[in-house]
């Protein structure tokens, strides 16, 4: 089940403390039966999801998957990647004064050179130019025209004809005659870019990945170069589309050999929504989604998630919410949670519908920040019931609970234990 891979951190704050936001999240279980390597460095190891979970990921509702991403009725939402005309006037003015598809001419006109792609800049310039290569196959490299902004306001920068005004991406194309500029991404956007390949038979695109507020949103976006311009093919930004963007996190692009085409990748912080974690603290666990381009969209195809307590506990939180006390059993080690020589599935099952029946409800818990080492390292609450949980797992690196100890816990008095 891969529905909390598409939940990001906006919509799980419309659903924080809702019923049915619990019940939705609890479809994202991160079970796994399975470890799955990840070779950047520092590279932990990830659980990838099962086929189960990855039936109900198809099985969501589109609003639940990605509501944020839904236009309005009203007004129909718009990629953000056009700049102000006078922008756009400034570039197409500045060139005019080139007559020819060289690059060389192409880069004098900025007062700068066209650098080749993760090529290192030989001096610093208001405007980056980056050869991509020929996209359009008319034997013109298309190039890509990047203008981030000075650090200080310049004078100058309400003039169409200042770069300072030019603020944005676009892309670069020679047409015969002369050469076309169209936009990328807007202004006011930390950008980043890449030739990706879409498939077989079919011309190479650009991804441009926009970096978006304080959470730092990484929203990409694909575009072809279609009759010498940027032709948007899908953006993750707008309309119906499986794309989850997490809160600090990476994309990288990938060429597959096998597949003829290049997946995106994109790591960051789970955010699983039944055991909520604070933002920017020490506790959660990592997630790894890996999405393969279907032709008219990046789709996610596998999603792994990387071991460790906070995993184990998130996914027992969610088999019990579930009733799948098969899996929440799994994640036990039966003799020492049970206190027993001779546990059982259905011992577990009584035990847990007896004494600790608030995992089978609609209930969203809270782990608690403590210094490592600390008692309540690996603690977490339900505060609407004054429980404070503190579990103990296993030391082996499978994270399998031995034990769980509940106390309730009222402000301004002591706490008392009720554990089974």
């Known amino acids: 089940m891969l529905m909390v891979m598409r939940l990001d951190a906006i919509i799980l704050k419309q659903f924080k403390g809702l019923r049915v936001g619990a019940w939705l999240l609890a479809l994202g279980l991160g079970m796994a039966t399975s470890a799955a390597g990840f070779l950047r460095q520092p590279a932990p190891r990830f659980f990838q999801e099962s086929g189960q979970q990855a039936q109900a990921r198809e099985q969501a509702p589109v609003e639940a998957q990605n509501p944020s991403n839904q236009p309005s009725q009203q007004e129909p939402a718009k990629a953000e990647t056009e700049p102000p005309d006078e922008s756009l006037a400034g570039i197409r003015a500045a060139l005019q004064n080139v007559s020819s598809p060289d690059l060389g001419a ?9 650098m080749k792609q993760h090529e290192a800049s030989a001096k610093s310039s208001a405007i980056e130019l980056t ?6 196959g008319d034997g013109v490299p298309e190039v890509v025209m990047n203008v981030p902004g000075a650090r200080e306001p310049q004078p100058d920068a309400q003039s169409p004809a200042s770069p300072s005004s030019w603020l944005g991406l676009y892309l670069l194309s020679w047409d015969g005659a002369h050469w076309k500029v169209s936009s990328l991404a807007a202004a006011g956007q930390h950008s980043e870019f890449r030739v990706v390949r879409l498939g077989k038979g079919v011309a190479r695109g650009i991804a441009v990945v926009n970096v978006i507020g304080d959470d730092a949103l990484p929203y990409p976006a694909i575009f072809r170069v279609r009759e010498h311009e940027a032709d948007l093919l899908w953006d993750s930004q707008v309309g119906d589309n499986r794309f989850n963007p997490r809160v600090h996190g990476q994309i990288e692009f990938q060429d597959d050999p096998k597949l003829d085409q290049t997946v995106m990748i994109e790591t960051g912080r789970a955010d699983p929504g039944l055991l909520e974690f604070e933002p920017g603290g020490r506790r959660g666990f990592g997630a790894r989604c890996v999405y393969h381009w279907d032709g008219e969209a990046y789709v996610p195809v596998q999603t792994e998630y990387s071991p460790g307590p906070d995993n184990s506990l998130y996914r027992f939180i969610a088999a019990l919410h579930l009733h799948d006390f098969r899996s929440a059993y799994a994640l036990i080690e039966p003799g020492k949670f049970l206190k027993t020589e001779t546990p059982s599935l259905v ?8 004494h600790w029946r608030e995992f089978l409800d609609d209930q969203v818990f809270q782990a608690r920040e403590a210094t490592a080492g600390s008692p309540d390292a690996l603690a977490f609450e339900l505060p609407d019931q004054h429980y404070v949980y503190r579990p103990t797992l296993s030391d082996d690196g499978k994270f399998l609970l031995t034990g769980l100890e509940r106390t309730v816990e009222m402000p301004g008095t002591e706490e008392s234990g009720d554990s089974p």
């Open 131 to 136: 050869e991509l290569g020929d996209l359009d």
């Open 106 to 114: 192409l880069g004098r006109a900025f007062d700068t050179t066209v």
């Open 347 to 354: 011992q577990f099952r009584q035990v847990i519908e007896t």
